[in-house]
């Protein structure tokens, strides 16, 4: 049997913290100490509730978030943003920044991907406005942050689109780039 025969027969299941933490563990295990892999652990308090497949995004993003009114207009750093999804890719990212309209109210909502847009001008954005949500690929956010364009320390939402799958039915754990 192939991997896709046996994902496209079987409902798709939510991801779980446990899901994240397994995944930490398989990508470091080999070269971290114990005492390192210690320090990865995350509670299940770090975690949100996770989207169980019957919200939409904008419902779940008011579900988890309700007091986003008030982030929004407290937020004035710049280079930095107070929610970051993480995508599979470029236009996965798309529709998710048309999806969240009716969430977003008048917050700017900047690109974080590379497709048809130079890191440099991403730059240049992220030091010249104030930005509340960032959508991308992990990619482009990791040079991003290499680079000390974008700054994490006022982000309060990071939001991995971990059950999206694309048309190789895999998601963006699955990818050996991710």
Known sequence: KKISDVLQKSAPKPGVPADLQNLLTQHFGENRSVIELEELQLSDSCFLPANDLTHSFASYLKEICPKWA?????????KSVVMLVLCSSA?????????????????????????????????????????????GTPGRVKALVEQDALCLNSTKYMILDWNWRDQKLRRMVDIPEV
């Open 91 to 135: 236009l996965r990212s798309l529709e998710l920044i048309k999806s969240m309209t009716a969430f977003k109210g008048d917050c700017r909502v900047l690109k974080l991907f590379a497709k048809h847009i130079k890191i440099k001008e991403q730059m240049n954005m992220l030091e010249k406005g104030v930005f509340h949500i960032g959508v």
């Open 70 to 78: 008030k982030l929004r207009r407290s937020h004035k750093e710049k």
